[in-house]
């Protein structure tokens, strides 16, 4: 829960550490807990821009879950993941991140409305998870060519990607997705 609150804080090498702390403290008897924990590393790392740690906290919290089929922290967590389960998961498991997209789109249909409500926009039922993730890096100052290589995706399609976004915000600037989303 610290290394939670840590992360919503923005301190993110603080929430990392707590992370990291309580793995080592653990045998990893409990799963659930453990998964949250990478999930909450994974957001740290995906902060920091370190794009391996991320998919490697991501793949052990996963293959922990999928064990049971325990998709729930990664629906939760999906926005904040920014694209990392589409590039550890999509191209593997094509029909397990079908459930998952369906299981974000069904969880984050009530929030996504208010995700952003200082700046009173519906962030809104318009993007897709993986439009939702590379939104997500693009108000961060990813470039196209670090968000490609992070998804697994050409630079064109990421271009492709950005200018499908902003047309649907009806915006005609990247910098102006930050209004759209909760960074």
Known sequence: MLGHVAY?????????GMVQTA???????????????????AMCQINQKDQEGARQSVTEGWE?????????????YHGLFQ???????????????KKLVDGVI???RGWMKIHNPQMQKAVTDLLTPLEYSIAMLACRDWTNQEIGEYLGLSVNTVK?????????LHIDKREKIKEFVNQ
């Open 8 to 16: 919503l804080k923005g301190e993110y090498a603080r929430a990392q």
């Open 23 to 41: 793995m080592a403290m653990t045998e990893k008897i409990y799963p659930i807990p453990m998964i949250y924990l990478y999930c909450v590393a």
């Open 64 to 76: 922990m879950a999928r064990k049971d089929k325990f998709l729930e922290p990664f629906i939760e």
């Open 83 to 97: 694209g990392v389960l589409e590039a550890s998961i999509r191209k593997s498991e094509p029909e397990v991140y």
């Open 106 to 108: 069904a969880f984050s």
């Open 160 to 168: 492709h990607y950005v200018s499908g976004i902003l047309e649907k």
